[in-house]
């Protein structure tokens, strides 16, 4: 393979790394906002400065951590289709940081539904 050839697979690589941290910086925000709101919820429920809400926090937290943890998988997904099609057309390319990254913030958003769920 050309010096060219070579240098365009290894941008087209990083490339598909920065856009894999661009969705794990989005669903990292997902998974947090909901953990947030769904805690500031059951902190104004348990002081007595929120009596009725009209949509349960507990609701609105799960939803957007399920929503940052779809994104998230799906993306996931998609990067690794990705680096498979460049690997086999250009041949051997690094391990991805990014699926690393991907996987433990997933981790993290598991852990968060569950704390969630289980009103923890």
């Known amino acids: 393979m050309d010096a060219n050839t070579r240098l365009a697979a290894q941008r087209t690589r990083l490339a598909q ?6 969705w ?4 990292t925000s997902l ?5 947030t709101v769904y805690q500031l919820f059951r902190f ?3 002081s ?3 009596s009725e809400p ?3 926090p507990q609701m609105i937290g799960v939803v957007s951590i399920v929503i940052g943890l779809t994104a998230l998988v799906l993306a996931w997904l998609q990067h690794r289709q ?10 051997p390319m690094p391990y991805s940081v990014a ?19 289980l009103r923890l």
């Open 17 to 22: 790394e920065r856009t894999m941290m661009a």
């Open 24 to 27: 794990v910086r989005t669903a």
């Open 31 to 35: 998974i947090a906002f909901g953990f």
């Open 44 to 46: 104004l429920e348990e």
């Open 48 to 50: 007595e400065r929120l």
């Open 54 to 56: 009209w949509v349960s």
């Open 82 to 91: 990705a680096l498979k099609t460049l690997r086999a057309e250009f041949g």
């Open 99 to 117: 699926g690393v990254v991907a996987v433990l913030i997933a981790g993290f958003g598991v852990i968060a539904l569950l704390g969630v769920t």
